[in-house]
């Protein structure tokens, strides 16, 4: 059985680095240039806030910031904004927030996590506002956050600063109102108008203003490229920008025509849908799995075999129903309310269907491959990644080997060998 197997070859994918940053040289320069120290008064409350993406350098960035407001003499608090992740419980976004080092514990300032919030009026479409009430309670707000391409849709904005005013710090309700509303006019008209509702009524009701945004870029080997702090009146017009650097930073499966793409994890922490449908190139509103890879756009994927869930997912396997094939550990893993609660939210509930699964790595490939329909003598097109974040390092299968010759930015990293297997019949390790 060993022989329907092809051999692989670990290769690195070379993508140009940013510039290494002083984190808290920029922070520190950032906060001085906004003036928000002279802004902070003596014992105020400022309200963080923090989301449920895996960023790089999250928590020193956080932390950083909250030593500057401390040093100002206020008391800074934080406060999850993620809409309906980590369950929409308090507790669950709680939990979310401590895998990426943000704790009470840690940081040494409290995490308020009410899921409680309070209309601020309607847009002009007629969409209720909803809003953190733990953040309306402070006396500013300063919004951190990652600035990157959204995964549901296309747009000059996506993921970032907006999107965490306008559904983020909307906690569940503001997060399903806006979603329902995106399904008819479409996401970015929501995050902007209903974003423009907010820093208005803030300011204009001498509420818990947003002080300021913290926009974070990370390169294509997710590491911290640029941290802009952003006023809130040029936050649409300068984010729009962000976003456009942002998704040419962005890495990219080296090839356009994959038979079977192995992704070894999915989660939260990767992408908001698990893995990214800006890298996979399925779209989380349907997909066809065309052996022709007609009408398709690229890459075009005609298999995608996930392994595992990342521990920091905590159980959410939204994304999953972009694959075809899982394992049976990757199932069990699964926390059925969680990624049910995503889902339904996000109006996207085919993200949560589960794949056809088998007991080890081995059955879920060859099945895979069996599923190809590939002509006699035809060798399969495979890649494997850890995950959608990380496409540095790769294998790939031989049926690349002459592209690898050509491709300048691809480097061999050893010799073909046998798909190896351990005794339990999965993958070891990628790179081991």
């Known amino acids: ?19 290494p940053l002083d984190i808290r040289a920029v922070i520190e320069q950032g906060f001085r240039s906004q003036g928000i120290g002279e802004r902070v008064k003596q014992g105020s409350r400022i309200a963080v806030a ?20 401390q040093a100002a003499g206020s008391k800074p608090f934080i406060v999850p904004a993620m809409g309906s992740h980590g369950g929409a419980t308090p507790e669950g976004q709680t939990e979310l927030l401590a895998t990426f080092g943000i704790t009470e514990q840690k940081l040494g300032v409290p995490v308020k996590a009410s899921m409680e ?14 809003f953190s009430t733990e953040a309306l309670g402070a006396d500013g707000i300063i919004v951190v956050n990652r600035v990157k391409p959204h995964t549901d849709f296309e747009a000059s904005i996506g993921s970032g600063i907006l999107k965490m005013i306008s559904i983020g710090l909307g906690k ?19 995050i902007r108008t209903v974003s423009q509702l907010i820093i208005h ?122 694959a ?11 926390d059925k309310p969680t990624t049910y609660i995503n889902v339904l939210t996000a109006l996207t509930p085919q993200n949560a269907k589960i794949p056809i699964h088998f007991d080890t790595d081995r059955e879920a ?46 480097q061999a990293q050893g010799d073909w060998e046998a798909m190896k297997f351990d005794s339990s019949g999965n993958l070891p390790p990628l790179g081991s």
């Open 201 to 322: 009524s803030l300011h204009s009701a001498h509420s818990a203003p947003i002080l300021c945004g913290v926009a974070i870029l990370e390169d294509a080997v997710h590491e911290t490229a640029q941290i802009e702090f952003l006023k809130p009146e040029e936050m649409e017009s300068r984010e729009e920008q962000l976003h456009a650097r942002a998704k040419a930073l962005m890495p990219k499966l080296p090839f356009d025509q994959i038979d079977l793409l192995i992704v070894d994890r999915i989660g939260k922490n990767i992408s908001g849908t698990g893995m990214d449908p800006n890298i996979i190139g399925r779209h989380v509103q349907g997909y066809s799995a065309s052996l022709s890879g007609g009408g398709q756009g690229r890459p075009h994927i005609s298999r995608i075999f996930v392994r595992e869930l990342t521990p920091e997912t905590r159980g959410n396997a939204i994304g999953i129903g972009l």
């Open 324 to 334: 075809d094939l899982t394992t049976t550990r990757m199932v069990q893993a699964m």
């Open 50 to 69: 923090v989301g449920s993406r895996g960023i790089r350098n999250l928590d020193k960035i956080v932390s950083c910031l909250l030593e500057l407001l």
């Open 172 to 190: 569940h309700a503001g997060a399903a109102t806006c979603h329902a509303r995106s399904a008819r006019l479409g996401h970015e008209r929501v």
């Open 117 to 130: 919030v309070k209309s601020l009026g309607r847009t002009e479409d007629g969409i209720e506002t909803w």
């Open 365 to 410: 490939i060859s099945q895979g491959l069996v599923s190809l329909a590939l002509p006699e003598g035809v060798e399969p097109k495979v890649v494997r990644i850890a995950d959608t974040l990380s496409l540095e390092h790769l294998a790939v299968s031989e049926a690349y080997a002459d592209l690898l010759g050509k491709e300048e930015k691809l």
């Open 1 to 19: 059985m060993q022989d329907c197997f092809p051999r692989m070859m670990q290769v690195r994918q070379r993508f140009s680095k940013s510039p």
